[in-house]
């Protein structure tokens, strides 16, 4: 088992989130987590990273257990976590971006060698890659967000809402990065989606979340056999 989350409770001040939450993923899955606006998806991802520390339940990566394990210690790990908005720094150039996230590395030659390949998937970036990440758009923000996570040696890839602020061709040109550094690298992906209908085909399994608890659990071809989705919600 590459990740076992178990019985994973979290709050926002007094405010519980999260009720029990229990994920597996195996070594190169992708593992899908739906569910409505507001069920607790990002919060279980952010809680498997370590930004909102758990109450209660454990987190165990490779076996060890690192449910208090602070960020910085779970990203040497090679877990990466790519949130929906704020997560570059914003005054700072794509290229430096991209600096910071393989700043654990000294081998530079290494370092432009990969370089080479997130900007050969993203071209956008290598053209503009002296402008500011502020000043980006929705869409080349994502496409930097995962530039930086090819940057690093990853073996899980959590991803909140991809598909926020895309275009459907720009949104289906990141799903399949995304399905690339599966396949290429070997990467589990825990997937936060509201397009349920790339979710279900790109995914082995899929969590379905409601009011911060795991009510389903099943596989991507299931589900996507389901004349009806609305009792998932």
């Known amino acids: 088992?590459?990740?076992?989350?178990?019985?994973?409770?979290?709050?926002?001040?007094?405010?519980?989130?999260?009720?029990?939450?229990?994920?597996?993923?195996?070594?190169?899955?992708?593992?899908?987590?739906?569910?409505?606006?507001?069920?607790?998806?990002?919060?279980?991802l952010r809680s498997i990273f370590g930004l909102v520390p758990?109450?209660?339940?454990?987190?165990?990566?490779?076996g060890r257990n690192v449910t208090l394990a602070p960020p910085d210690e779970k990203l040497a790990?090679?877990?990466?976590?790519?949130?929906?908005?704020?997560?570059l720094f914003n005054?700072?150039?794509?290229?430096?971006?991209?600096?910071?996230?393989?700043?654990?590395?000294?081998?530079?030659?290494?370092?432009?060698?990969?370089?080479?390949?997130v900007y050969g998937l993203f071209p956008v970036l290598g053209s503009r890659q002296g402008q500011l990440a502020?000043?980006?758009?929705?869409?080349?923000?994502?496409?930097?967000?995962?530039?930086?996570?090819?940057?690093?040696?990853?073996?899980?890839?959590l991803v909140d809402e991809p598909s926020s602020g895309l275009s459907p061709v720009l949104f289906q040109n990141v799903v399949q990065v995304i399905q690339a550094i599966n396949q290429n690298?070997?990467?589990a992906v825990l997937l936060v989606e509201q397009n349920v209908k790339v979710a279900f085909k790109i995914s082995q399994r899929v969590y379905v979340m409601k009011a911060g608890s795991i009510i389903?659990?099943?596989?991507?071809?299931?589900?996507?056999?389901?004349?009806e989705w609305w009792d998932l919600f």
């Open 1 to 44: 088992m590459l990740l076992e989350v178990k019985d994973l409770e979290a709050c926002y001040g007094k405010r519980k989130i999260l009720y029990a939450v229990s994920i597996a993923i195996h070594p190169g899955e992708i593992v899908s987590l739906i569910g409505h606006n507001g069920a607790g998806k990002s919060t279980t």
């Open 91 to 117: 005054d700072l150039t794509i290229r430096d971006n991209l600096e910071m996230a393989y700043f654990t590395v000294n081998d530079r030659f290494h370092f432009e060698s990969k370089l080479k390949d």
């Open 185 to 187: 690298q070997g990467a």
């Open 134 to 157: 502020g000043t980006l758009s929705g869409g080349e923000r994502r496409m930097l967000g995962i530039g930086m996570s090819l940057l690093r040696d990853l073996k899980l890839l």
């Open 77 to 87: 790990m090679g877990i990466y976590h790519m949130p929906q908005e704020n997560f």
């Open 54 to 62: 758990p109450i209660r339940g454990k987190v165990c990566f490779m």
């Open 216 to 227: 389903l659990e099943d596989t991507g071809k299931n589900l996507l056999e389901r004349k």
